[in-house]
Structures are given as structure tokens and as C-alpha cells.
């Protein structure tokens, strides 16, 4: 077992609730991104490719509650991702009294509350997995398996020798997707050996690697308007090295950009000579407030995010609050003086 693992399943146990599930329900965190979404369709193609192997039938279906971002538009697959309405509209349709869902799996989710409304569909299940890579997770299914890893993708890996399949074109992209997108296209300090090694027996199925990185990172006329905005009207704390920038929604409807157009801007922060630890904070159609820290090794930004209710990683973490923006640099510095 890794020395990274914590939780009550191994992969193999997973595989078994998989194997004997007739139906199941797949789903990710709410404001999905690469690993996530590459994750989950990853998995989906695993599982498909072990029931046409062994002739069997299952139900699956994947729902994500939120808006995916406009890159996923470039892959087909796509499709197979259900809202959360249209999904509760198929199954009020089609549905018997007292139906439940065998399995409901989770992936790249730290915590119950970042399901958004699938959590709804989770109470509706037997039972559920959660198989993440946050060291913040809080275990909150009934089996979970957590690796501190670079990334969901890479962490799914493992599973195709588990259900004894082989690697495909279609299975490796979303992987390298997912690890592509936590890395930083492996700019990030998450990459290990093995990270590459996963990634040279993707690329060797057939991955596009120049392809799918562009797909990610291609910068939009849009958001080179919001980098100059960022980089222009930042603030920089001299004493912590600590960069922020605040992102109203009306700054968002002058620039005429849209929630997925401001990702990496925490990164783009970090970027700044000398700076160690930076945050950018979006503010949501509600008026909450999603903040995103990223650090390079002078601080542990899970640690920080947690007072906000969030966490992630050391290096890069998130929270959602109610919290004004004041409020939260203040409680920052705070945290940042001790």
C-alpha cells in the first residue's frame, strides 16, 4: 500500500463494489476542472471497457452539478456528462418508488459539500465511494480511498491492471487530462517519477500530448484583458511576499468573462518575483466569495484555506465563504504573522 493512503478500501475493494453494482452514478466537485472532469470520464471507459470484456451490463451515468468549462467542448465524450437537472428530470421519468442507485462514486471531491446538489443523489444510493487526492479529504462516503498524489488521473492508473484491461487512446487522454491540469503541464512540485512514467504509457497509447495542453491552456482574447487587469490593480503584502487580487462580479461583467475564464489566475500571481504565497478571489452570481491560494514553499496554504472551511493541498488550496474580501486578508494575515 502507498504511504500516502488513508482510508477504510483499497483499489481492489473498490473493484469489487464495482463488479457486483448494476447501476452507478459517477460525480465530481462543483466549479469542475481538468482533473476532475478527465477523472471521472477516465473512469467511466475503465469500468465500460471491463463490462464489453466480460459481457456484462451496467447502468452508469455521470452528472456534474455546475457549468463545465469551455474547453471541454474540444472532446466529444463531453456528451456523457448529464446536468443535474436534466439528470433528476431522466430519472423522475424513468423511475420506480423506492429505486435507489447501487454505487455512487465520487472522484477529486474533498469534501460532501463540494457535490453541490449530487449530494441529493448520493442519499439516494446503497452506497458510495469516494476515491480523491486532497490530503484535506474528510472521508465522507462510506468507502473512500485518498492518495496524496499529483492528481486523480494518475492515481486511476493503478486500477486498469485491478480490472485487467488495456490502456486505450480514449482512457489515456482524459487521464493525461487530469494530470496535466493539477501539474501545471508539470510545472508544479506535485510531479514525482512515477508522474512521468504514467505519463510516457499514456503518451504510448497514443496521447496527443502538444493537442491536449493546448486545449487547456489556450488563453482567450478575454482573458488576456483579465491578466492585465490582475497583474495591473494586484495587491502585494512586502512583509508575507503575499500577492492578491479581488475580482468583482461587475469587474467580470466589464471584462465580459466567465467563471472558467479566470482559472490559473492564482498561479499567474504565485509567478511574480519574489512573491511566496498569493490568492485570488472571485466573487460568485450569489455573492460568496471562492478563493484560491497558492504558495511555494514558505507556507501551507491548506492550512490557511481551513479557516475558511476549504483545504486542497500545501502548495494550493481553495475555500467558498460568505466572508468579505477585507475580511478574509485579514484573517490571512493573521494566520500568515503567527
Known amino acids: 500500500m502507498n504511504k500516502n493512503y488513508k482510508g477504510n478500501i483499497t483499489p481492489k475493494e473498490i473493484i469489487k463494489e464495482i463488479k457486483v453494482a448494476k447501476n452507478i452514478v459517477l460525480t465530481v466537485h462543483i466549479n469542475p476542472d481538468g482533473d476532475a472532469l478527465g477523472s471521472v470520464l477516465a473512469f467511466y471507459f475503465m469500468i465500460g471497457e471491463y463490462c464489453k470484456k466480460n459481457n456484462i451490463e451496467k447502468d452508469m451515468k455521470i452528472v456534474v452539478d455546475d457549468k463545465l468549462p469551455k474547453y471541454m467542448r474540444y472532446f466529444e465524450d463531453t456528451k456523457l ?33 463540494r457535490y453541490g446538489r449530487a449530494v441529493e443523489i448520493k442519499k439516494l444510493s446503497k452506497k458510495s465511494i469516494n476515491i480523491d487526492h486532497h490530503i484535506s479529504n474528510t472521508e465522507h462516503a462510506n468507502f473512500n480511498y485518498v492518495e496524496d498524489i499529483c492528481s486523480t488521473g494518475e492515481l486511476l492508473y493503478q486500477f486498469l491492471e485491478i480490472l485487467d484491461i488495456k490502456l486505450t487512446k480514449k482512457i489515456a487522454e482524459y487521464m493525461y487530462l487530469g494530470i496535466i491540469n493539477d501539474t501545471g503541464n508539470f510545472r508544479h512540485d506535485n510531479v514525482t517519477e512515477q508522474t512521468f512514467l504514467v505519463c510516457s504509457k499514456l503518451i504510448g497509447a497514443g496521447v496527443n500530448n502538444h493537442k491536449i495542453a493546448n486545449i487547456i491552456f489556450e488563453v482567450s482574447e478575454k482573458k488576456v484583458e483579465l491578466i492585465g487587469e490582475v497583474y495591473k490593480n494586484k495587491q502585494i503584502n512586502e512583509t508575507y511576499k503575499f500577492a492578491s487580487y479581488y475580482l468583482t462580479q461587475a469587474k467580470m461583467k466589464e471584462l465580459g468573462i466567465e467563471k472558467d475564464d479566470t482559472d490559473g489566475t492564482a498561479e499567474m500571481l504565485l509567478r511574480i518575483e519574489g512573491v511566496e504565497i498569493s ?7 450569489d455573492g460568496s466569495l471562492k478563493g484560491s491560494f497558492r504558495a511555494n514553499d514558505k507556507y501551507d ?10 483545504g ?27
Open 81 to 113: 456528462i448529464s446536468n443535474y437537472e436534466k439528470f433528476c428530470d431522466e430519472f423522475n421519468k424513468n423511475s420506480q418508488d423506492n429505486k435507489k442507485f447501487d454505487l455512487f462514486i465520487s472522484l477529486d471531491c474533498a469534501n460532501e459539500e
Open 279 to 285: 490568492l485570488f478571489v472571485r466573487e460568485n452570481t
Open 301 to 310: 496554504v491548506n492550512k490557511i484555506a481551513s479557516i475558511f472551511g476549504g
Open 312 to 338: 486542497g493541498h500545501i502548495k494550493a488550496a481553495g475555500f467558498r465563504t460568505d466572508l468579505s474580501f477585507e475580511e478574509i486578508l485579514e484573517k490571512t494575515y493573521k494566520e500568515l504573522g503567527k
